[in-house]
């Protein structure tokens, strides 16, 4: 089995995700990546710099929980030799909407739409999506478009095991699926008014389309505008954000968020995206609407940090060539920098290990990689690793100091 990182094409969430750090990788095990010889030195970092570790994710402890409900075959005694897969979409209270599990091979999977086939679910109508194995500490989630700068944070565990049993899949609705309105209605329905909007963004620029369904799914009324990637978004989107279309409270049923991507994402054939926010009419048997998480917030919609951060410690970041080792950022647990340099293989999934063999003795906590953008539209993955509140941080390299 094997695992892809977020690509430029395809839509939702990052096109592929890696399960977690401590999670089984396929037969054949990729090269683990080594630093390359120069890192920045070990400086303090400017007051202002600070960049937190992602909020905890909620949804793979009741992951897991539903999934040892459904299968406790899978956990009582697992098999040594072999791995099962579990793909699970849950409903926004957590209960479950479907699952099912088959073994696995040498495979790739990865959360995109082939993966949610199996339950018959389109990922525009997933607030979020990722992997778990069967216990803490092996959990990874992606929220966001990659072709919008995706970012995924991994939950590291010291006593995960170096392969797990059971992988799984799985994608949380924004509220009961309904049948009759499929978010591919929503993208059909605002791709015939707005095609013209679906551009190449410029500079963290993108355009949005804000969207007031019909009960037969076509567009009641709608706004547009344009997003700013780069400025701190709000990390719900909620139904009052819909009452700019003149709507009242009672009148706003379901709401999620969705995306229109063309492109294969080369010089050739650049990615062209359409953000959309969408609300369905309020039935008489729902409730009031309930807010859902904003896909459009990600770890670089921080106000300017986190560019500041990479034009700080990596001066090289948007000049070199494509072809350089990705960079990577060591932060404490309160998010200031620490160390910063760059890998020298591309092999994301092992990050830690490299990490681990510059600082013996760190104990990492979470990982993230996030599409960096400058203001002149050119964007670049980075790495960001948080060490534990308890770890030593570095003072030289292979000479950590004490615990804070």
């Known amino acids: 089995m094997s695992h892809g990182r977020p690509g430029s094409s395809g839509w939702l969430f ?3 995700v890696a399960v977690a750090v401590g999670s089984l990788t396929a037969a054949a095990q990729p090269q683990t990546p080594t630093l390359s010889t120069s890192t920045s030195p070990a400086i303090e970092s400017p007051e202002i710099l600070r960049k937190p570790p992602p909020a905890t994710n909620p949804w793979p402890e009741k992951v897991r929980a539903a999934v040892r409900a459904i299968y406790p075959e899978l956990f009582a005694t697992p098999a040594a030799d072999s791995v099962t897969l579990v793909v699970v979409a849950l409903n926004s209270d957590g209960t479950v909407y479907k699952s099912t599990k088959r ?3 040498a495979e790739t999977v990865d959360t995109s ?5 199996a339950v018959g679910v389109d990922l525009g ?7 778990t194995g069967p216990s803490d500490g092996t959990e990874a989630i992606v929220l966001g478009n990659s072709d919008i700068g995706a970012s995924v944070a991994i939950r590291l565990n010291a006593s995960a095991q170096a392969q797990d049993p059971v992988e799984i899949f799985y994608g949380v609705l924004y509220s009961t699926l309904d049948p009759k309105r499929p978010t591919s209605q929503v993208r059909t329905a605002v791709q015939k008014r707005y095609a013209h909007l679906v551009r190449r963004p410029k500079a963290g620029m993108f355009e949005r389309v804000t969207v007031y369904m019909t009960a037969a799914g076509g567009i009641d009324r709608a706004k547009t505008d344009t997003l700013n990637l780069a400025e701190r978004q709000p990390a719900f989107l909620a139904p009052d954000d819909f009452l700019v279309l003149g709507l009242t409270p009672d009148q706003v049923g379901a709401i999620g968020q969705t995306v229109i991507s063309e492109g294969a994402g080369t010089p050739h054939d650049p990615s062209r995206v359409l953000l959309i926010n969408y609300a369905w009419p309020r039935k008489s048997f729902e ?4 807010p859902v998480a904003n896909q459009f917030a990600f770890a670089t919609s921080d106000g300017g940090v986190t560019l500041a951060i990479v034009n700080h410690y990596i001066a090289d970041a948007f000049t070199a060539p494509e072809s350089a080792p990705e960079p990577w950022i060591l932060l404490d647990h309160d998010g200031k920098v620490l160390r910063a340099g760059r890998f020298s293989s591309s092999d994301w999934q092992h990050m830690t290990e490299p990490l681990s063999a510059l600082f013996p003795g760190m104990r990492m906590q979470q990982c993230s990689f996030a ?3 400058d203001a002149a539209g050119k964007s670049v993955m980075v790495n960001f690793v948080w060490l534990a ?4 941080v570095p003072d030289v ?3 950590p100091t004490g615990a804070k």
Do not use: C, H, L, R
């Open 14 to 16: 990052g096109a592929a």
């Open 287 to 290: 409730g009031p609407a309930q």
């Open 113 to 117: 739409q082939k993966t949610y086939d």
């Open 397 to 399: 390299v292979g000479n």
């Open 371 to 373: 599409a960096v953008t």
């Open 125 to 131: 109508d997933f607030q979020a999506v990722g992997t």
């Open 103 to 105: 073994a696995m091979g």
């Open 389 to 392: 509140p308890d770890s030593p």
